[in-house]
């Protein structure tokens, strides 16, 4: 199987959200992680790749997102 994966910048927020529901998609809440427990809600550091919603589109694909609060040099 063929798997071509493209990188989209969207706000990991409400208004992220919102757009990805407008456009049909079934987004989870966002959430973060303590250790090994997943929790809801934003990072409350906002530190980058910590905080992620998911969701499927229209046709069954599924997503996870991740918020990148800080780019990585040379990126």
Do not use: C
Request: overall charge negative; glycine content about 10%; aromatic content about 6%.
């Amino acid at each position: 199987m063929d798997m071509k994966l493209e990188v989209v910048a969207v706000p990991v927020s409400d208004v992220g959200k919102a757009e990805l529901i407008g456009r049909g998609a079934d987004v989870s809440e966002i959430y973060h992680r303590e250790g090994s427990t997943v929790v809801p809600g934003l990072d409350p550091e906002r530190r980058t790749y910590s905080s992620y919603p998911s969701f499927s589109d229209p046709d069954g694909n599924g997503w996870l997102l991740q918020e990148i609060t800080t780019r990585l040099p040379g990126r």
